[in-house]
C-alpha cells in the first residue's frame, strides 16, 4: 500500500523537514518502497534461528603486540593544569 501524499507530509513534519512540492511524490515512493521491503523481510522464518552477537561470533581477533609506544607526559601534563591533587584533575563540581 503507497503512502499518501499527506502520511508524507506528516513523516517530513516530524522530521523537521521541509519538501518541495514536486518532492512528495518522489518520497512517496520511496518510503513505499522501504516499507515493502520490511514487510517482505518480516516475512521471513526466523522462529529456530538463534540471535549472533556479529555474524563473525565464532572468529577471534588477531590481536596486536601489548607494548607502550607512548611515553608518559602526566607530570607536563598537570604542571599545565590549573588544578591538581595526587595525580588526579580537580574540577569544580557541576552538580549539587
Do not use: W
Not at 513523516?11 to 515512493?29: D, G, M, T
Not at 601489548?66 to 588544578?83: C, G, M, N
Amino acid at each position: 500500500m503507497p503512502l499518501q501524499r499527506h502520511e508524507v507530509e506528516k513523516i517530513a513534519h516530524l522530521a523537521r523537514l521541509s519538501l518541495a512540492e514536486q518532492e512528495i511524490p518522489f518520497y512517496a515512493s520511496n518510503l513505499s518502497n522501504i516499507l515493502k521491503l520490511v514487510a517482505e523481510i518480516n516475512k521471513a522464518e526466523t522462529d529456530h534461528i538463534l540471535p549472533l552477537a556479529h555474524p563473525l561470533e565464532d572468529l577471534t581477533q588477531r590481536l596486536r603486540e601489548d607494548k607502550v609506544t607512548e611515553v608518559d607526559q602526566r607530570e607536563l601534563f598537570q604542571s599545565i593544569a590549573p588544578l591538581t591533587e595526587a595525580g588526579l584533575y580537580l574540577v569544580p563540581k557541576v552538580i549539587e
